[in-house]
């Protein structure tokens, strides 16, 4: 049997900690950011921790 392949695409858009933490990046921030207040752009710049249930899907996914 082959080995399972990593998405690519899912890799591109989170990280992984070492303690095994999610981290994704916050959306909406390619355009349309000069039309928002500052503390919606600064909110923007931060990255999330995922919700459990969906990191866990995630780690499956992933190959970890």
């Known amino acids: 049997m082959p080995k399972?392949?990593?998405r690519?695409?899912?890799v591109k858009k989170i990280r992984i900690t070492k303690?095994?933490?999610v981290i994704a990046r916050k959306t909406g921030q390619n355009h349309y950011n000069a039309k928002g207040n500052g503390s919606v752009k600064r909110k923007k710049r931060s990255d999330r921790n995922l919700f459990a249930t969906d990191a866990k899907n995630i780690r499956k996914t992933v190959n970890q």
């Open 8 to 10: 690519k695409s899912l």
């Open 4 to 6: 399972m392949k990593t």
């Open 19 to 21: 303690n095994g933490k």
